[in-house]
């Protein structure tokens, strides 16, 4: 699997997420703020704002 779209030019800083040009569920929020990085198992992470919404909607209580 990939994504879709075209990649940024790397050349350029990159404000807001990197991938916000080529997420279907990108928000403006995606644009500007480079998301956080979240811890999701062992040597395993996640770095989008819509993890981070998702987490605080179900109903995990932690990620150990």
């Known amino acids: ?3 879709l779209g075209t990649v940024p030019d790397l ?3 990159i ?4 991938f916000a040009n080529r997420c279907a569920q990108v928000s403006e ?3 500007v703020n480079p998301p956080a990085w979240e811890h999701v198992d062992t ?4 770095r989008c704002v819509l993890y981070h ?3 605080q909607q179900s109903d995990v209580i932690s990620i150990d």
């Open 53 to 55: 919404k998702r987490l």
């Open 43 to 46: 040597h395993q992470f996640a």
């Open 15 to 18: 404000s807001g997420c990197a």
């Open 29 to 31: 929020d995606c644009r």
């Open 1 to 3: 699997p990939y994504i």
């Open 11 to 13: 050349r350029r800083e």
